[in-house]
C-alpha cells in the first residue's frame, strides 16, 4: 500500500498538462515473475499501474512485490532529476535510508538507469523496504518496474535474479526501426 501510494504521489508532482497523446506502439515488455500473481491494476488518469505478488500474498500484506508503472505522455524530467527526486522521497519516508546508482545507459535504442533504495524502517509499516528499480525514459511514456522487498534482507543470490529480471524488462516499439520488438 505504501509504494503504490508513494509512486503515484511521485508522477502527480509533475505537471501533466504538456502531455502528448498515447502511442499505441510504444510497449513496455515484462514478464509476469514464476509464482507471482496480479494483485491490483489500475489505471488512474495518464497513469497505469501494476502490482504483483507472491501467489499466497496481497498487496496489502506483502513481502516481495514487483510493479510496472507508465506514465503515459512522460513526466516533464529525465531520469536523472526522477532519480534524485525518488531518492529525496524515499529518504524522507524511511528512517536510515541509502540510494545507489546501478546502471544507467541506453537499451533498445530508450535511456534507462536502475538504482537501488534501501530503508531501514519505514515509518509507516515500522519494517525494513529494499527496491531496486528500473526507469526506462520512452518517446511517447515513462516506464518504471521495481523488485521490491519488505521485512527482510534479500539474498545476494536473489537480488542478482532480480537484477537479472529487471536488465530484461525493455520497451520497443513495433512501427520503430530503432526500437524494435523482437
Not at 25 to 36: A, C, D, H, K
Amino acid at each position: 500500500m505504501f509504494l503504490r501510494s508513494w509512486i503515484i504521489l511521485i508522477f502527480l508532482w509533475g505537471s501533466f498538462s504538456t502531455l502528448s497523446a498515447e502511442s499505441t506502439n510504444e510497449m513496455l515488455l515484462q514478464n509476469l515473475p514464476q509464482g507471482y500473481q496480479i494483485g491490483y491494476q489500475k489505471r488512474h488518469g495518464k497513469i497505469m499501474m501494476i502490482e504483483m505478488v507472491p501467489k499466497g500474498e496481497t498487496v496489502e500484506e506483502w513481502s516481495q512485490m514487483v510493479t510496472a508503472t507508465i506514465a503515459y505522455g512522460g513526466i516533464g524530467e529525465d531520469i536523472e532529476d526522477y532519480y534524485e527526486k525518488v531518492s529525496g522521497l524515499w529518504k524522507s519516508a524511511c528512517a536510515g535510508s541509502d540510494a545507489m546508482l546501478l546502471k544507467e545507459g541506453e537499451d533498445n535504442g530508450y535511456d534507462y538507469a536502475m538504482w537501488a533504495l534501501e530503508c531501514q524502517k519505514n515509518r509507516s509499516t515500522n519494517r525494513s523496504e529494499m527496491a531496486i528499480f528500473k526507469a526506462i525514459e520512452g518517446k511517447d511514456s515513462f516506464y518504471i518496474v521495481q523488485k521490491a522487498w519488505r521485512g527482510f534482507a534479500p539474498k545476494k543470490e536473489d537480488i542478482a535474479v532480480w537484477m537479472a529480471y529487471l536488465e530484461g524488462v525493455r520497451v520497443c516499439n513495433n512501427q520503430d526501426d530503432d526500437h524494435p520488438c523482437k
